[in-house]
């Protein structure tokens, strides 16, 4: 896994250099229930991405709670259409689910910038062979 | 004061979108006349230790060969590839036949590319069963129900990697002689 982050960063800085680092944290309703995620991703100006994503669901059993189906890995993004508020994206996340199930979810995303550091995502993928529905908010940071 | 209305209003979003019913999650999974492969074609990974789902066949699972070396074929129902294997070296399926005049279901596996068979019981036609499928240290579990789970013991393999779903097929050798139709709904 450290490797293989290692080659995707080095890779992407060879294309162009960063404008930003965007911080995420929101939320994806799937067919295995919703999961909360962050995410911090290495943007282009190109709003070409990379970047390390961890998305956990919460299971609620007599009053206890346990993280599950922890989903963490990398994420890789290509930019479809870019205004000067609005950009869509296609993003793929590869990682694995549970420390143990490769697992690849494609996403298509809209992306709204509220301020000019700040922002709200929505988006729709495929989880567990079913549609999803996320919403982030996101920071840039530098 | 507008960027505060829009945060309220995507919170609003997620909090009606936790509150939606539950949608049918059932599969309907065709095999056509003269085909082994099923549709709808998906391409799925396992995501945790347990493969638990509901199956109805409904009367196109019964058929006739006339001949007991293709009649009890077995027709694989769900299930998947171990750790980055191919599913003829090792993998774990539940698996049906129409055999004797009833539904038979069986725990097929490939270990280290030697199939293994285990007889699991009959369910009827039109009836909803439930199936779990476990990874349980070196062994894979299979339950129909709530009868005595079978198990058989796994190859050597990796933990972590790829572990791709297995769908509906028929056969065997002989291709569906007819139509079938089955349902599946994977718990979540």
């Known amino acids: ?142 | 004061m507008k960027t505060l209305h829009l945060i309220l209003a995507f919170i609003t979003v997620l909090l009606i979108n936790a509150c939606e019913p539950e949608a049918d999650l059932y599969r309907k999974f065709v095999i056509r006349t003269g085909e082994h492969y099923s549709t709808t074609r998906i391409v799925q990974s396992l995501q945790s230790n347990n493969l638990r789902f509901d199956a109805i066949f409904d009367a196109s699972a019964i058929y006739d060969f006339q001949q007991e070396g293709f009649q009890d074929s077995k027709n694989k129902l769900l299930g998947f590839s171990d750790c980055n294997s191919l599913h003829h070296e090792n993998s774990a399926r539940f698996v049906w036949q129409w055999f004797n005049n009833r539904l038979e279901i069986y725990a097929y596996c490939y270990v280290n590319g030697e199939r293994i068979e285990k007889f699991i019981g009959v369910v009827n036609i039109d009836e909803v069963n439930h199936y779990e499928l476990s990874i349980v240290g070196d062994r894979y579990v299979f339950q129909l129900n709530h009868a005595d789970p079978v198990s058989i013991d796994r190859g050597s393999v990796c933990n972590t990697g790829l572990y791709y779903m297995l769908w509906p097929y028929f056969g065997g050798s002989l291709p569906a002689p007819h139509t079938i139709t089955i349902q599946l709904k994977i718990a979540n």
Do not use: C
């Open chain 1, 1 to 142: 896994m450290k490797t293989l982050l290692v080659i995707l960063f080095s890779s992407f800085a060879g294309i162009s250099i960063a404008q930003d680092i965007v911080a995420a944290a929101g939320a994806e309703k799937t067919v295995i229930g919703n999961h909360y995620d962050v995410s911090l991703v290495f943007e282009t100006r190109k709003s070409w991405g990379a970047g390390v994503f961890y998305q956990t669901g919460i299971n609620r059993d007599g009053g206890e709670s346990r993280l599950k189906n922890q989903f963490y890995g990398v994420s890789l993004q290509a930019p479809i259409a870019k205004s000067q508020r609005l950009s869509f994206t296609v993003v793929l996340r590869t990682g694995l689910v549970n420390e143990k199930f490769l697992v690849v979810t494609p996403s298509f995303e809209t992306r709204l910038l509220i301020t000019q550091k700040a922002g709200m995502t929505v988006g729709a993928g495929l989880r567990s062979g079913y549609p999803s529905l996320s919403a982030k908010l996101f920071v840039r940071l530098f």
